[in-house]
């Protein structure tokens, strides 16, 4: 009897794209649910990102929840899927569990932030505003700018960090991020306001303490008020896929064996 593979959607977060997983989808695969033949993981990416980089970003993250639901479609997944979605991806996961709960069977929300729950200095960290406006205002290379979200993004060490920082500059130069589209990402982040009660069927919300960009009191604020399980990092950024991938999938593990 063949067995239909379970279907995970990744999601990333602000002017990221499917690329930025690195090889996390393949560790995520086989070790979650059973194994690679077990596990189907598909990378979405939001528009104005990625491979849709010549889009312009929607100004609200229903739009680009939307889009996802769209992009399923048209590759013929069927529904319900799991999602794990980081920063704006997981507000993204939100909404469309809003839309449609029956389309998300279970979903994992990592290092994110919303409205009502958070504060704006927990949702954006002070100390990156500097750098963030002079991104936004200047002419920085793509090296430069990955650069500094290296920085803002990751506490890792040990890594071959300047292999990854050219991966990532080429993804940039490859399909780079308008300042218009960063800005409407930015604006649909900041503007968007999750339900009060919790919208998903099942959720694990991921979050590092030591998370320079958002404040990890976030997923715990989101937890408390949904009543939904929350694991804390020790050390990782907000990249937390990126600094400590193993952990993340162990979560995972324990946690879908213990729900059954």
Same mark, same amino acid.
């Given at each position: 009897?063949?067995?239909t593979?379970?279907? /995970?959607?990744?999601?990333?977060? +602000?002017?990221?794209?499917?690329?930025? %997983?690195g090889?996390?989808?393949q560790?995520? @695969?086989?070790?979650?649910a059973?194994?690679a033949?077990?596990?189907?993981?598909i990378?979405l990416?939001l528009?104005?990102?990625?491979?849709?980089h010549?889009?312009?970003?929607?100004?609200?993250v229903?739009a680009? #929840? #939307?889009?996802c639901?769209?992009? +399923?479609?048209?590759?013929?997944?069927?529904?319900? $899927?799991?999602?794990?979605?980081?920063?704006?991806? @997981?507000?993204?996961?939100?909404?469309w569990?809003?839309?449609?709960? =029956?389309?998300?069977?279970?979903? $994992?929300?990592?290092?994110?932030?919303?409205?009502?729950?958070?504060?704006w200095?927990?949702?954006?960290?002070?100390?990156n505003?500097?750098?963030? +406006?002079?991104?936004?205002?200047?002419?920085?290379?793509?090296?430069?700018?990955?650069?500094?979200?290296l920085?803002?993004?990751?506490? #890792?060490?040990g890594?071959?960090v300047?292999?990854?920082?050219?991966?990532?500059?080429?993804?940039?130069?490859?399909?780079? $991020?308008?300042?218009?589209?960063?800005?409407?990402?930015?604006?649909?982040?900041?503007?968007?306001?999750a339900?009060?009660?919790n919208p998903?069927?099942?959720?694990?919300?991921?979050?590092?303490?030591?998370?320079r960009? $958002? =404040?990890?009191?976030?997923?715990?604020?989101?937890?408390?008020?949904?009543?939904? =399980?929350a694991?804390?990092?020790? %050390?990782a950024?907000?990249d937390?896929?990126? =600094?400590?991938?193993? /952990?993340?999938a162990?979560q +995972?593990?324990d946690?879908?064996?213990?729900?059954?």
């Amino acid at each position: 009897m063949t067995t239909t593979p379970a279907t /995970w959607v990744l999601l990333r977060g +602000l002017t990221r794209e499917a690329r930025h %997983w690195g090889t996390f989808p393949q560790t995520f @695969a086989a070790s979650v649910a059973g194994g690679a033949d077990a596990t189907r993981v598909i990378a979405l990416d939001l528009p104005g990102n990625g491979a849709l980089h010549g889009l312009r970003s929607p100004t609200s993250v229903p739009a680009m #929840a #939307a889009h996802c639901r769209a992009e +399923l479609r048209r590759l013929g997944i069927a529904m319900p $899927v799991n999602v794990l979605a980081m920063s704006l991806g @997981a507000m993204v996961a939100t909404e469309w569990a809003v839309a449609a709960p =029956d389309e998300i069977a279970a979903a $994992v929300l990592i290092n994110t932030s919303m409205r009502p729950f958070n504060p704006w200095h927990h949702r954006l960290r002070p100390a990156n505003y500097g750098t963030l +406006l002079r991104l936004a205002l200047g002419r920085p290379r793509p090296l430069e700018i990955e650069s500094a979200v290296l920085r803002m993004t990751s506490n #890792a060490t040990g890594r071959d960090v300047q292999t990854l920082l050219q991966e990532w500059a080429a993804h940039r130069a490859d399909a780079p $991020v308008s300042t218009s589209n960063a800005l409407r990402q930015l604006w649909a982040a900041a503007r968007f306001s999750a339900p009060p009660m919790n919208p998903f069927r099942r959720l694990l919300l991921l979050a590092s303490t030591a998370d320079r960009l $958002v =404040d990890a009191r976030c997923s715990a604020q989101i937890a408390r008020h949904w009543s939904c =399980d929350a694991v804390m990092h020790a %050390w990782a950024g907000h990249d937390l896929p990126l =600094d400590d991938p193993t /952990w993340v999938a162990q979560q +995972l593990r324990d946690w879908l064996a213990l729900r059954g």
